[in-house]
């Protein structure tokens, strides 16, 4: 048996479940861990440098940031007792100014430019920390390997869990039957703000040249005046991941466009995984994870007319159930963390 904790530089320090970049790197990791008889745990940073544990064999830090209060001294101590410590990254948060200014929190506004830069630099500084590091995709990888080129990189995928997986398939919510002409937009943050202009102006066209086509949008993106204000479109607030499968069987299709830049092409395939735990077609801007899926419910769209014409045609119902099933057992068979176990088991 070995010892796992996961150390997460999350902003929900007192409940970091709630954080969608924990669950996916931290918790659901570690339930398969478990699952194979490893001891695991899952801290916000803010808890774990305020009353740190050494008592375990493997540290894996998630997005390790070195102006968090007692980081080095914290690992020092670390390597000073032997533990293995991994630094694990979901998001290309680290580099220059230049990556830093395409960050959608720079482009966004939630930070400004020179906080954004001085978050990079930070995050920078944490990787240099390490020399063994795990990415969430191949191309996050490779910026891994240019910003720390000395360090061992493993890609762990995202995953769902198999005690996520066995709830949805006895409950079998990616074989609920759903109108073929429901579109969903599930956004949980703010962060895609300049993304949904990408498909705006195509789901305006579609909506309003098939009224019997609807559109339902999740979370605080902003919507076009034009296109919220028509008859077939709906607008909720983001709701908790755990309803969030049962409410994407409202719809047939779901979209996942995404402004085309280095900050985005690392970005991981989670909303197809999503898609696929809910039975939905995805239809998705082609960044490199996405690329590597073989599914015929999944389109990529290079440009505004792929969009136009991908979403006029609704879902043909002869193959949802097959394509559904086929999704489901391509989720079963990725939900493992083999590249983050490796660094411990060939040692």
């Not at 002409?181 to 956004?187: L, N, R, S, V």
């Amino acid at each position: 048996m070995t010892s796992i904790c996961f150390v997460s530089e999350t902003g929900r320090s007192e409940r970091p479940i709630n954080d969608p970049s924990v669950r996916y790197r931290c918790y659901h990791p570690a339930e398969v861990l478990a699952g194979q008889g490893n001891f695991v745990s899952v801290y916000s940073a803010a808890q774990f440098y305020k009353d740190p544990n050494f008592d375990y064999d493997v540290y894996v830090f998630h997005r390790p940031n070195k102006a968090r209060v007692n980081f080095l001294p914290v690992l020092r101590r670390l390597r000073s007792y032997g533990k293995s410590l991994i630094a694990d990254y979901d998001d290309l948060i680290f580099g220059d100014e230049e990556i830093a200014l395409q960050s959608s929190a720079a482009k966004n506004g939630t930070l400004t430019h020179e906080r954004a830069i001085a978050a990079f630099a930070s995050n920078l500084s944490g990787l240099r920390e390490f020399d063994k590091v795990t990415a969430s995709t191949t191309p996050l990888a490779h910026r891994v390997m240019e910003w720390n080129p000395d360090a061992d990189v493993n890609v762990v995928p995202n995953i769902i869990p198999p005690s996520v997986l066995s709830i949805h398939e006895e409950l079998g919510t990616h074989l609920v039957p759903r109108p073929h002409t429901a579109i969903g937009y599930f956004a949980g943050t703010k962060s895609h703000d300049r993304d949904f202009p990408v498909v705006a102006e195509a789901l305006h066209r579609v909506l309003m040249e098939n009224p019997e086509f609807t559109l339902m949008i999740i979370g605080p993106v902003a919507v076009p005046p034009a296109l919220a204000a028509l008859p077939n479109v709906s607008t909720a607030p983001v709701v908790n991941f755990l309803r969030l499968p049962g409410l994407m069987t409202l719809c047939s299709t779901v979209i996942a466009p995404l402004e085309m830049s280095d900050f985005n092409a690392c970005k991981s395939r989670v909303k197809f995984l999503e898609a696929a735990l809910s039975g939905c077609r995805l239809l998705a801007s082609p960044i490199p994870d996405m690329q590597a899926i073989e599914s015929e419910s999944l389109g990529l769209m290079e440009t505004l007319d792929d969009w136009y014409e991908a979403l006029s045609a609704p879902v043909k119902s002869v193959d949802f159930k097959s394509q559904a099933a086929e999704n489901f057992e391509l989720l079963r068979s990725t939900s493992h963390v083999d590249g983050l176990t490796k660094f411990w088991s060939e040692a």
